[in-house]
């Protein structure tokens, strides 16, 4: 399996997890505060073997679990994640968004000045 960024360029695991195609404006998009999106995705990219573990857990359970996880999460000015949900999915178990909610909840991000807010950001899950 693969997972494609923004640009294009693909990476191995168990899904395919897309950024999606938004720009990197601090000041309007998915991601407002002390953190640019390039820099959430460099995080996300860096945890895509959690990802991919969420994906194997979720078929044992639902063997094709195929969909959108959209996600949204606080980061504090020190890099840790304060807060993150599940904000929309097609999935149908919700094993998936809620192992993926534990994994960003994980995540340690650079430090900042301001607090980031990180409103939507979407994960697409395939077989293929």
């Given amino acids: 399996m693969r997972v494609v960024e923004r640009n294009a360029t693909p990476l191995l695991i ?3 997890l897309v950024m999606g ?5 601090r000041a309007a998009g998915p991601v407002s505060g002390g953190l640019s999106l390039d820099q959430v995705a460099s ?3 860096a945890h895509s073997r ?4 969420c994906w ?3 078929q044992e359970h639902d063997p094709q ?3 959108d996880v959209t996600m949204a999460w606080q980061i504090d000015t020190s890099g840790a994640v304060t807060n993150a949900s599940v904000v929309g999915t097609t999935v149908r178990s919700p094993r998936l968004g809620q ?4 994994e960003v909840k994980g ?3 650079p430090a900042s000045d301001t607090p980031t807010t990180v409103s939507a950001f979407p994960f697409h899950f395939t077989d293929s």
């Fill in 43 to 45: 995080v996300v990219k």
């Fill in 107 to 109: 995540w340690r991000f």
């Fill in 21 to 25: 195609s938004v720009g990197t404006s």
């Fill in 14 to 16: 168990a899904a395919v």
């Fill in 99 to 102: 192992c993926i909610t534990v």
């Fill in 50 to 53: 959690g990802l991919g573990a």
């Fill in 65 to 67: 679990p195929r969909g």
């Fill in 56 to 58: 194997d857990s979720a």
